[in-house]
């Protein structure tokens, strides 16, 4: 069995679920909502509009960017 921990912006998503009550899906359709946009203007806006702090925004992005 092999037990290789998660890493990267991915080891971020148990704690955002749990702490911001949303799925990572959910946190997706709001980034490709907001349309193309630099990292760090998606960061902002997490932050901004919706309360993520800028470690779980930064790791939500990060994914989002890299997957699209």
């Known amino acids: 069995m092999t037990t290789d921990k998660v890493k990267g ?3 971020y998503f148990p704690s955002i679920e749990k ?3 949303h799925p990572v899906a959910h946190w997706f359709a709001v ?3 907001a349309g193309p946009r630099k990292h760090m203007e998606l960061v ?3 932050k ?3 309360g ?3 470690g779980h925004a930064n790791a939500l ?3 989002f960017l890299a997957a699209n």
């Open 61 to 63: 992005v990060a994914h």
């Open 31 to 33: 980034l490709q909502a």
């Open 44 to 46: 902002a806006l997490l």
């Open 48 to 50: 901004g509009e919706h």
């Open 19 to 21: 702490t911001y009550g």
């Open 52 to 54: 993520l702090g800028h």
């Open 9 to 11: 912006p991915a080891s």
